[in-house]
């Protein structure tokens, strides 16, 4: 089948276009988009991949699932949408950049494609999700398929950074080559579990002086 993806993982994750299990998990996105709410637009889905091609990944950060709220979700994990009020983990986010720069951010602007145009794979374990419902599209077959995205990563790539936070992500992670590979883990930033590690990570500066360490251009994160 045809997938709207940008040209460089397609052919990295082209086996799982051609896979029996990603034409079951075709068929049942195509079903749930006729009959129910679906996050994001369909034109999203992919949208991690295609503002961040293959080879000009520098880090990686990754979600759960899709936000189920309306106007909410765009394909890239932890982002909303233009106007849309930033939900409390990626306020926690913000809140974790001002601390390690000392310098304001903006709290209002929740559309995190600026680091996605850096580099920044902004990642969801699950592409697809029910409105109202989290975790509605789980266990169909999207885990095996950014599985697969992440392993190519690890496998292809040298000197990238995984930043796994909560325990979900960190399981996720469990393919990465931490000798090719710089992984910073800590919370979740969700509120929930926010004080557990996340706050004062310091993984924003980490991540860049580790890409400096190796020649690259660093993520400008207060970009906005």
């Known amino acids: 089948?045809?997938?709207?993806?940008?040209?460089?993982?397609?052919?990295?994750?082209?086996?799982?276009?051609?896979?029996?299990?990603?034409?079951?998990?075709?068929?049942?996105?195509?079903?749930?988009?006729?009959?129910?709410?679906?996050?994001?637009?369909?034109?999203?889905?992919?949208?991690?991949?295609?503002?961040?091609p293959f080879d000009k990944v520098k880090v990686v950060i990754l979600g759960q699932d899709p936000y189920h709220g309306p106007n909410q979700a765009h394909g890239l994990c932890f982002s909303v949408q233009d106007g849309i009020?930033?939900?409390p983990s990626l306020i926690n986010i913000y809140k974790e950049l001002q601390k390690e720069y000392g310098v304001p951010v903006n709290m209002t602007n929740g559309n995190l494609t600026r680091w996605a145009d850096q580099g920044v794979l902004l990642l969801n374990a699950t592409l697809t999700v029910e409105a109202g419902k989290a975790g509605s599209h789980q266990s169909k077959g999207w885990e095996t398929f950014t599985d697969a995205a992440i392993k190519a990563?690890?496998?292809?790539?040298?000197?990238?950074?995984?930043?796994?936070?909560?325990?979900?992500?960190?399981?996720?992670?469990?393919?990465?080559?931490?000798?090719?590979?710089?992984?910073?883990?800590?919370?979740?930033?969700?509120?929930?579990?926010?004080?557990?590690?996340?706050?004062?990570?310091?993984?924003?500066?980490?991540?860049?002086?580790?890409?400096?360490?190796?020649?690259?251009?660093?993520?400008?994160?207060?970009?906005?």
């Open 1 to 52: 089948m045809q997938v709207k993806i940008e040209e460089s993982w397609r052919e990295v994750l082209q086996p799982q276009f051609d896979s029996v299990y990603f034409e079951m998990l075709t068929t049942f996105v195509r079903r749930a988009y006729q009959t129910t709410t679906v996050y994001p637009p369909g034109s999203k889905i992919f949208e991690a991949f295609n503002r961040t």
């Open 85 to 87: 009020q930033p939900p």
């Open 153 to 224: 990563l690890s496998d292809r790539r040298e000197g990238l950074v995984f930043m796994l936070w909560g325990s979900y992500a960190q399981q996720k992670g469990r393919v990465i080559d931490r000798r090719k590979h710089l992984v910073l883990e800590s919370s979740h930033p969700s509120p929930l579990s926010v004080y557990r590690g996340f706050d004062g990570c310091g993984h924003f500066k980490k991540a860049n002086q580790y890409l400096q360490s190796r020649g690259q251009e660093p993520i400008d994160w207060l970009q906005q």
